[in-house]
């Protein structure tokens, strides 16, 4: 593994400062009820006002309060949604490249038919069609995310099955079963990895997305917060720019961790861009 760069580790720094600051908010909620409650009287305060370090939004919940309750579900869904898409994308992946039957020649249609649709156009159909839920919003999503998975691995194991190595293994006898989860699936990790934590910004954006829409499924969506927020951006523009640094922070940090790891793990990069 290529040593990791300036990028990565910053990436990763502001990753994990989400991630604490999600534990922090979670442990709060559970034994201090630091939860964010409506208070109509202290609507739409400016930050550092009453008490209040971030403000208030437009139903006097505390920003700072709204802000954490996101960050700590925007990453759980992320990490769930995107978990579940590189586990059925892998298994899609591998049957499409090793197997020889009438199914491996469906699956890798469903994933085409599914992968030339833009991903948020989809999940909107599909979420005014059903009735709205967290559960129903993370099908979706799995979804429409797995072909991408699928591909990837698709060009890994048919790569990867050529190797000396696996013919080796074939050759004295090794089981599929075997072959494909001890031999041939570690190979293809390293990326399925990079895209996975490129995929964890993918999923919040599309569950922002839909929630700006009025399609969410949470009042902490950073979606509906912003959706809320500019009917009064001229009066609390605080709660569009503190959202949306929020958001982007987030971001970054998946984009820069995964673009790193891709030049660290993927044994196919020179490291030169």
Not at 25 to 32: I, S
Not at 164 to 177: D, H, K, L, Q, T
Request: charged share 15%; proline share 4%; aromatic share 10%.
């Amino acid at each position: 593994m290529k040593q990791l760069s300036f990028e990565t580790k910053f990436g990763a720094s502001l990753c994990s400062l989400y991630v604490l600051w999600g534990v922090v908010y979670l442990f709060n909620a559970y034994f201090n009820n630091f939860i964010p409650t409506i208070n109509i009287e202290k609507e739409l305060l400016d930050p550092l006002q009453e008490g209040y370090l971030l403000g208030t939004d437009i139903y006097g919940r505390s920003m700072l309060g709204m802000l954490s309750a996101g960050v700590l579900h925007s990453l759980v869904f992320a990490i769930v949604t995107a978990s579940s898409s590189a586990i059925i994308g892998v298994c899609a992946g591998g049957i499409m490249a090793l197997g020889r039957s009438k199914i491996a020649t469906l699956i890798e249609g469903i994933a085409n038919s599914i992968y030339i649709f833009p991903t948020v156009l989809i999940a909107i159909m599909i979420m005014s069609l059903w009735e709205g839920g967290i559960l129903t919003l993370w099908v979706t999503l799995v979804g429409v995310g797995w072909p991408g998975y699928a591909r990837i691995a698709r060009g890994e194991f048919l790569r990867i099955k050529t190797m000396p190595y696996v013919e080796s293994a074939r050759a004295i006898g090794v089981s599929p079963f075997r072959l494909f989860f001890k031999t041939m699936l570690p190979a293809v990790m390293p990326v399925i990895i990079v895209q996975l934590v490129l995929g964890l910004s993918g999923v919040i954006m599309s569950e922002s997305t839909l929630g700006f829409l009025g399609l969410g499924t949470s009042e902490y969506s950073w979606g509906e917060l912003l959706a809320m927020a500019k009917d009064v951006i001229l009066e609390a523009p605080h709660i569009v720019v503190l959202t949306s640094l929020t958001m982007a922070g987030i971001i970054l940090g998946l984009n820069l961790l995964g673009d790193g790891l891709r030049d660290a793990l993927d044994p196919r990069s020179t490291g030169v861009k």
